[in-house]
């Protein structure tokens, strides 16, 4: 096997339309597909794509703070933490400053993790270029 590359992240999730309504109306991501029949949304997270899909049981994994998570970067930590919590979205981490990041982590409606980041060099994304 050769993997050679990351072709999106994956949260699972209970309700179709109140994770879109989440991930596009209170986060701004862009909604690139939805297939409500079989409860599955795309969204745009450059330079990778972040997948939602309802409990299914030919999936094995279900909804909730499992461990993994998506990190996605933003320009004011802060800002965003205290907007998110005045929609009534749970903080699972406060904000925090690092020698080379801020951080913070909240969830969204299942508990799935959402790490919000900002890199000091005022970078994002991937680093090194795609081979």
């Known amino acids: 096997m050769n993997a050679k590359a ?7 999730v209970s309700d179709i339309e109140q994770s879109v309504s989440f991930y596009r109306d209170t986060l701004g991501l862009a ?5 409500e029949e079989s409860g599955w949304a795309e969204f745009a997270l450059p ?11 030919a999936v094995p994994l279900s909804p909730g703070a499992g461990g993994v998570g998506v990190s996605m970067a933003v320009d004011d930590v ?14 699972l981490m406060e904000p925090q400053e690092f020698p080379t990041c801020a951080m913070a982590m ?13 890199r000091s060099d005022g970078t994002h994304g991937r680093r090194d270029p795609f081979p």
């Open 6 to 12: 990351a072709d999106f992240v994956f949260h699972t």
């Open 31 to 35: 909604l690139e597909s939805l297939d």
């Open 47 to 57: 330079p990778t794509t972040l997948a939602l899909g309802e409990v299914n049981p």
């Open 78 to 91: 802060e800002s965003a933490v205290e907007r998110l919590r005045d929609e009534g979205m749970a903080v």
């Open 106 to 118: 909240v969830a969204d409606p299942d508990d799935n993790p959402i790490m919000l980041h900002r």
